[in-house]
């Protein structure tokens, strides 16, 4: 089977790490996303150069879990960054090995993202107190 | 000039030790109502999260802290990015910028794009080319908060803000000091300005020296909001770059710009309060050189709290341009100063002017 490779769609995209949670930004949209801490490996390896099966083979790896379920999760997450237009095609080549390769404890969860994409609402929301416990961008619920 | 509360919350952003750092932040929490946090505050929480969570520890208002964190990332990296387009289209047009306050020390010092909240960008063009680089933002839908937008270079402005229809604000400056608005004023800057790159970007800023001379004559002004972040702004350009500050520059400059006083002032509040390694000479020198009366004057002014917002400080200029012209000479003309200065068509203008912008400073105090 081809191998796909993608890449970030930089500059128009970029990410900041914050402890487990990956912030990613579509600065031509507005768009703001968070990704769970499965998202943010791939992310990682996506950035490292790896294909879809590369890393799907590392993080079924990383966390003993099937590699062909792993594949699936990884296959349908990748076109919903598509369409957020957050990556794109682009050329292999991968430049590290992203994941440690010592097994996890914690259980796998599927690769996931939280959207916010109301603009002017985040920016106006009051971080100390319309926000819940988790604080901006999560309002509080009314 | 600090007060006890704002003093902790320094201390805990910049302390290096982690339990001493916690200690801190533990007696600012109690020293202050987190829900009614004051502004100046409020604008360094991102870099106090930062801060808090390096040591690793969960303390009260993590999260909360997290999120204003969040939010200046979020508001800082869209300000960036329709900033920086416009700032590559003027180098395209020739026309060379120098990247100030903020903007400049999150690209060069901070190295974090959420770690310092900004409501603009700032940045700096040389004399000639203010015109065309007011046209093209004209052009660009960029207007004058007051809905001006000047069509020359004032004469004795330093800057404009400029607002885009999506609420992005730009502040070109024509001059880095409002000090400091004579020809040539600025040449020092643009012979000794660095380049650095920023997300992939290429961008011109003030030398170290110059840095540190533009954050304290700024921070040290009175503010509304308490102006507290140019402190440690200017201990992390110590930090980071002690070894390039040119101090006998500095000294220099700091006579011809007339801001001995300031510099004393703001270097010795910083070495007193937060050993921040200014060589004791340069403070002394300081000290003992001859203060220009007129220096003293504006340091007075601009160091005090303004009701009337800037009026003191036009009036200054009103009157330092008139030199020894009689009192009641000044007091009639300083309405057609004003009226020149906002470029109004006729006097009659004056009063709905000056109350459509005091509307528009509450309105903004109210917001900030």
Known sequence: MMEKYYEINAPAVISEPMEEELVVINLDSGCYYSLNKTATLLWNQLEQGCSINQAARQMALFYG????????????????????????????????????????????????????????????????????EVGWPHQEKK | MVKP???????????????????YYAKWTQAVDFDNIEGGSFRLLPLLYKRVARTGKSVPHLNRLKGIYRQSLYRNSLL??????????????????????GTALIAAYYEDIGARMMNDVDFLVREEDVE??????????????????????????????LKNPDGYELDVHWYAFYQCCWDGADLSLWDRA?????????????????????????????????SIRWIVDVLIILEKRAASIDWELLISEAAERKLTVTMLH????????????????????LATMRKDPQELRLFAILTSPR??????????????????????????????????????????????????????????????
């Open chain 2, 5 to 23: 509360d704002e003093l902790l919350l320094l201390y805990a952003i910049l302390e290096k030790n982690d339990s001493m750092a916690l200690a």
């Open chain 2, 80 to 101: 960036f990015h329709k900033a920086f387009k416009m700032l590559a289209e003027l180098e395209k047009m020739g026309v060379p910028v120098i990247l100030l306050k």
């Open chain 2, 307 to 368: 009701r009337f917002g800037d009026i003191s400080y036009k009036w200054f200029i009103h009157s330092d341009s008139m030199g020894s012209a009689p009192f009641w000479e000044k007091a009639v003309l300083f309405p057609d100063f004003l009226k020149n200065f906002w470029e109004l068509q006729s006097l009659h203008q004056l009063p709905l002017y000056v109350l459509k912008r005091i509307k528009q400073k509450l309105t903004q105090r109210r917001y900030a």
């Open chain 2, 194 to 226: 660095e380049t650095a790159a920023f997300k992939g970007v290429s961008v011109r800023l003030l030398s170290p020296t110059h840095q540190i001379m533009h954050n304290c004559a700024h921070g040290i002004r009175w503010n509304p909001l308490s």
């Open chain 1, 65 to 132: 879990s099937d590699e062909a379920s792993v594949i699936a999760d990884f296959t349908s997450f990748i076109e919903r960054l598509m369409e957020e237009q957050l990556i794109k095609a682009g050329n292999g080549d991968p430049k590290d090995w992203p994941l440690s390769k010592e097994r996890q404890s914690e259980p796998y969860l599927k690769p996931s993202f939280e959207k916010y994409s109301d603009m002017q609402e985040m920016l106006l929301l009051d971080p100390i107190h319309e926000v819940s």
């Open chain 2, 266 to 285: 703001a270097l010795s509040f910083l070495n007193s309060k937060f050993n921040a390694g200014i060589p004791e000479e340069v403070l002394s020198r």
């Open chain 2, 132 to 161: 065309r680089t007011l046209r093209f933002l004209k052009e660009q839908g960029w207007q004058d908060r007051y809905g001006l937008l000047l069509n020359k270079a004032a004469k004795y402005i330093h800057s404009l803000d």
